[in-house]
T-cell receptor
Framework: AQTVTQSQPEMSVQEAETVTLSCTYD???????LFWYKQPPSRQMILVIR??????QNATENRFSVNFQKAAKSFSLKISDSQLGDTAMYFC?????????FGPGTSLSVIP | EAQVTQNPRYLITVTGKKLTVTCSQN?????MSWYRQDPGLGLRQIYY???????DKGDVPEGYKVSRKEKRNFPLILESPSPNQTSLYFC?????????????FGPGTRLTVT
């Protein structure tokens, strides 16, 4: 069965610093997709970054990058130069083909 | 404007009173899905649909029904709501060519069942 685990319920980081959010998953498939979504206090869900499992190169989007370790089934998110607007819940998600499984989320606070 | 709309945004109801939460998207997406969000549990998939007249159960389908008669609409039906269905509900849609596409989420529906 597909599962997604986020072991850090809450984290904080100083503005302009770097923070890494952890995610591990389990799937029996060889090809799948991984996502990080952000949910600010407005509740709107926003895609941060996406990774295809068959691509070895780690995805990057501006200040956001991932460390994808396929053998370890690990998919961590690094946020560089943290900004106040990064304060949000962050959800890791995985899909094989049709179902989508989300982790329980990490609440990130950026401190001025 | 490309968007997913949900109605109502807030709903308070009583146990056993049938209700429907509507979801509509204007992006011609094949894939649509319903999630519920509960503290500490993240988002859990209720039902999803890969195209018109094709629906499948997610991880928590008990107590819910869906239908996909048109590509743009995917209503969520609670025939006999119970207090454990009090939650924040999201509808989402995406392109579907083998999966892996960004999902676009609606604004959420806060449901309280007393």
């Amino acid at each position: 069965a597909q599962t997604v685990t986020q072991s850090q319920p809450e984290m904080s980081v100083q503005e302009a610093e770097t923070v890494t959010l952890s995610c591990t998953y389990d799937t029996s498939e060889n090809n799948y997709y991984l996502f990080w979504y952000k949910q600010p206090p407005s509740r709107q869900m926003i895609l941060v970054i996406r990774q295809e499992a068959y691509k070895q190169q780690n995805a990057t989007e501006n200040r956001f990058s991932v460390n994808f370790q396929k053998a370890a089934k690990s998919f961590s998110l690094k946020i560089s130069d943290s900004q106040l607007g990064d304060t949000a819940m962050y959800f890791c998600a995985q899909t094989d083909y049709d179902k989508v499984i989300f982790g329980p989320g990490t609440s990130l606070s950026v401190i001025p | 404007e490309a968007q997913v709309t949900q109605n109502p945004r807030y709903l308070i109801t009583v146990t056993g009173k049938k209700l429907t939460v509507t979801c509509s998207q204007n992006m011609n997406h094949e894939y649509m899905s319903w999630y519920r969000q509960d503290p500490g549990l993240g988002l859990r998939q209720i039902y999803y649909s890969m195209n018109v007249e094709v629906t499948d159960k997610g991880d928590v389908p008990e107590g819910y029904k869906v239908s996909r008669k048109e590509k743009r609409n995917f209503p969520l039906i609670l025939e006999s709501p119970s207090p454990n269905q009090t939650s924040l509900y999201f509808c989402a849609s995406s392109l579907w060519y083998g999966g892996g596409h960004e999902q676009y989420f609606g604004p959420g529906t806060r449901l309280t069942v007393t």
